[in-house]
């Protein structure tokens, strides 16, 4: 037991004083002789017993009657170790996507949202965080519209991130009790590797999950024959069940253009090819109607007018190979010869190619570096009497390249770099047994740069990376056969697509995206990215012919929006949000170390009452002192 006020219990010590009193009010009796008094000396004896005992009762009743009026105004109580100290709460809730899913016809999060409402104390003061808001300091009055009206978000903390951030808004007192509340479905994915624990946080989670976990996802497309009169569109659909018909239908801005249906095989999954008109503009979204999250029944991709990528080829050779590989329908290719070239025209280009030159003019030289630093592509392909001392002046201006010697020895080219970015996408596994081209000349070479292709004696065939590429050896049928194997088709694809970064089709929130446009800007002009109402400004980089886009943390909607310059629209770019919280796979909360885990809110914040608890005595001991009142007139009236 415990008191309010314990220093009132010094009053107790006065109790004395009554004892004091009654032991000096007794009586001593003097004996008178008197004759013939038998009877009368039986009826004085038994008068003084009852008196004495009389008074010895009431003694006992008044000082339990004082120490009980003691007692209550001390006002005692009984309470859990943790009832007294301060509370601090934080509370977490989940607002992915997945928390979308239905019960009892209300969202996970709105019921969530509902019952925190209805729980939580009107002046209880609380922090509260998501996935991307926090609100610190808070009650329940101040965010309730707030909480009514959350955003869903594709973002998920994992558990270790969301006790980092809860750390952050408890305070450094190691004197209060600080409770955790996690209220989330618990995916798969909101597990961590290395939980963080914090023995001064108690923990306690909260499940929310729904009747039913289907759920069909649009999850992603593709597009085949690009450049033909009509091309294919082929969505990916997971979550089906099987021999499940699921319409999806095909708008182009708000015009349907074409429907389907869905046909889940027993994997649950699903493929629906569209035919779409060739050279057509395209603002395209896929769209079906299921029960399960809303999210994932959209999709947005953009189609825009093909952007050709604009290469020279500065070359002493009379083959057309090059020509071969960059078709007019995808690339604007030139070719020129050294003594006819207009050093204007290289501006304009994004790939330069220097092909079977005996030597690099340093006029030449000076302009290609300006090129390069500007962001072009450079591809040299030496010749087999190219002057090693022209070329390493140019080469050492790019990573320390220098050729060391020429090698007259036949040998193969037997070694592929396949996690190169160039190769990305190009094997569906590492080829052992190809057919190896084969070189009779070659230049050795000294570099840090990592090789793409090599030699069977491990001498580079071909290296480089960020948009500048070396050949070791002339590609000229006289000395190759390169020009014939399979390699040459994505090697000097890659290396020109990989010159201007062309918006995809359709892009993630989330990543960060990178993108080129060809135009020309002012040096006060900028470019705006824009849907509706909504409006922003990328991170951007200026080059003579063209400008990168850099998106990361904007947009923060799915949708198709427009790439601006002074009001006029250059391109459309789409992005769709990640699909990691369609599929869903809920964690096994009770196995998760240092945790409690209650049924609902309601009842954890029943049980959060109960742990801070107080029980008053009080009342019982003015109750008691009423009693011993009353037990003290019956002594008087009753006992004589």
Same mark, same amino acid.
């Given at each position: ?39 009368? +000396? ?6 003084? =017993?009852? /008196? ?33 100290? &301060? =509370? ?11 928390? +979308? ?12 949202? $509902?019952?925190?409402?209805? /729980? ?23 965010? $309730? ?145 299921? /029960? ?44 020129? +010869? ?9 501006? %304009? ?6 092909? /079977? ?72 596994? &590492? ?8 070189? =009779? ?41 390169? =020009? ?47 849907? %509706? ?108």
């Amino acid at each position: 037991m415990q008191f309010k006020h314990p220093e009132i219990l010094w009053a107790l010590a006065l109790l004395v004083i009554p004892v004091i009193i009654h032991l000096f009010q007794l009586r001593r009796y003097k004996k008178t002789p008197f004759t013939n008094v038998a009877m009368l +000396q039986k009826v004085v004896s038994e008068s003084r =017993k009852s /008196n004495s005992l009389k008074k010895w009762l009431l003694l006992l009743t008044r000082l339990c009657l004082l120490a009980a009026i003691i007692v209550a105004f001390a006002q005692p109580f009984s309470s859990t170790e943790t009832a007294l100290k &301060e =509370k601090e709460t934080v509370v977490y809730l989940d607002n992915s996507f997945s928390m +979308q899913a239905k019960i009892n016809g209300l969202s996970l999060m709105e019921k969530a949202v $509902q019952d925190l409402i209805r /729980n939580i104390g009107d002046e209880t003061v609380f922090s509260l965080f998501t996935n991307e808001n926090t609100y610190n300091g808070v009650t329940v009055k101040n965010i $309730q519209n707030v909480l009514l009206s959350f955003p869903y978000s594709h973002k998920q903390l994992n558990l270790e991130e969301i006790k980092l951030k809860a750390a952050t808004l408890f305070s450094k007192s190691n004197g209060s009790v600080k409770n955790l509340i996690l209220i989330s479905d618990f995916q798969q994915r909101i597990a961590a590797n290395n939980p963080v624990t914090d023995s001064l946080i108690s923990m306690y989670l909260v499940p929310i999950r729904p009747r039913e976990t289907q759920n069909v996802a649009i999850d992603s497309i593709y597009l085949d024959d690009e450049l033909s009169e009509q091309p294919k569109l082929t969505a990916l659909l997971s979550g089906g069940s099987e021999e499940q018909n699921l319409p999806i239908s095909l708008f182009n801005n708000d015009t349907l253009i074409a429907k389907s249906a869905a046909k889940f095989n027993a994997n649950g999954t699903a493929e629906v090819v569209f035919s779409i008109p060739g050279n057509t503009k395209i603002n395209g979204k896929l769209s079906l109607t299921e /029960n399960g999250l809303g999210y994932d029944n959209r999709f947005y991709f953009s189609i825009n007018e093909r952007e050709k990528i604009k290469i020279l080829a500065i070359s002493a050779s009379e083959n057309d190979y090059l020509e071969r590989l960059y078709p007019e329908n995808e690339f604007s290719f030139q070719k020129s +010869q050294l003594n006819q070239l207009d050093y204007s025209a290289l501006d %304009e280009q994004n790939v330069v190619v220097l092909d /079977n030159l005996q030597s690099i003019p340093n006029s030449l030289q000076k302009v290609l570096l300006t090129f390069k630093e500007n962001g072009g592509t450079l591809i040299v392909v030496p010749s087999n009497e190219s002057d090693i001392t022209s070329y390493n002046s140019f080469l050492s201006s790019f990573s320390a390249i220098q050729m060391t010697e020429k090698v007259a020895n036949s040998t193969k080219v037997t070694s592929i770099s396949f996690d190169h970015p160039l190769y990305t996408n190009v094997f569906e596994k &590492e080829v052992t047994n190809f057919q190896y081209p084969t070189v =009779k000349e070659y230049f050795r070479i000294r570099s840090r740069m990592s090789k793409i292709l090599a030699l069977e004696n491990n001498d580079a065939f071909l290296l480089g990376n960020d948009g500048f590429y070396v050949f070791t050896a002339s590609l000229e049928t006289s000395n190759s056969n390169f =020009k014939n194997s399979p390699l040459i088709v994505p090697t000097f694809y890659n290396m020109a697509t990989s010159s201007l970064q062309l918006p995809e089709i359709y892009h993630t929130l989330g990543e960060i995206t990178t993108i080129d446009i060809s135009t020309n800007l002012g040096s006060d002009d900028i470019l705006n990215v824009s849907r %509706e109402d909504y409006d922003f400004i990328p991170l951007q980089q200026t080059f003579p012919n063209r400008v990168r886009l850099t998106f990361d943390q904007n947009p923060a909607l799915d949708g198709i929006y427009t790439i601006n310059q002074q009001g006029r629209a250059l391109q459309n770019i789409s992005f769709n949000y990640p699909r990691a919280e369609s599929k869903l796979n809920y964690l096994e909360v009770e196995s998760l170390p240092n945790a409690r885990t209650q049924d609902s809110i309601g009842s954890l914040f029943e049980y959060l009452e109960a742990e801070s608890n107080i029980t008053a005595y009080w009342k019982w001991f003015v109750i008691l002192a009423l009693l011993l009142a009353l037990t003290e007139v019956l002594i008087q009236k009753f006992i004589t």
